[in-house]
C-alpha cells in the first residue's frame, strides 16, 4: 500500500506550515504510519530561524528544510489530504481532485513575536498533528 500524502499550505512556507510538516514527519515515524508530507506556499521567501530553533528544542530538525511554491511540490493531483493553517492560502488554495480532502486550521502567526509564542504555535501544531494521524487512516471531518 502506498503511503498516504498531505500538504500543508500557508502563504509563505517559512513558519507554521514548515513546523505542521515537521511534526507530521516527526509523529508518522515515531508511530510507524506511512506517510508522504510535504508543505508549500502560495509564495516562498525561507523558513525562519525563530521556527528552526523552537522545533529543534522539540527534537525536530527544519534545518535542511526549504520554502516552497506549489509549482515545486511533485504529484500534486495526488495528494489524500490538504491543510490549510492560514486565512489567505486557504482562500488561495487551489482545486484538488475530488478524493483530496481539505482541512482548514487557522493557526496564529508567530512572525515577528518572542519565542515563547513561538513555542506556544509550535505546540498547538503538535497537537492538531497528533489529532490528525490519530484518524488515520479513516481522515478526520475537522482536525
Same mark, same amino acid.
Given at each position: ?25 516527526? +509523529? ?6 506511512? +506517510? ?25 530538525? +527544519? ?68 489529532? +490528525? ?11
Amino acid at each position: 500500500m502506498s503511503p498516504q500524502r498531505i500538504l500543508v499550505l500557508c502563504t509563505h512556507n517559512s513558519a507554521r506550515s514548515q513546523m505542521a510538516e515537521g511534526w507530521l514527519r516527526f +509523529l508518522a515515524a515515531e508511530r510507524g504510519l506511512a +506517510l508522504e508530507v510535504w508543505s508549500a506556499g502560495s509564495e516562498k521567501t525561507r523558513v525562519k530561524p525563530e521556527g528552526i530553533e523552537v522545533m529543534r528544542e522539540a527534537g525536530i530538525d +527544519l534545518s535542511s528544510h526549504r520554502s516552497k511554491t506549489l509549482e515545486e511540490v511533485p504529484e500534486l493531483d495526488r495528494f489524500d489530504a490538504v491543510w490549510t493553517v492560514c486565512d489567505s492560502a486557504n482562500q488561495s488554495c487551489p482545486l484538488f481532485p475530488g478524493q483530496t480532502r481539505r482541512y482548514h486550521v487557522c493557526v496564529p502567526d508567530p512572525s515577528g513575536h518572542d519565542l515563547e509564542h513561538w513555542r506556544e504555535v509550535r505546540d498547538q501544531l503538535a497537537e492538531l498533528c497528533r489529532r +490528525l494521524l490519530e484518524k488515520l487512516p479513516d481522515w478526520p471531518a475537522e482536525l
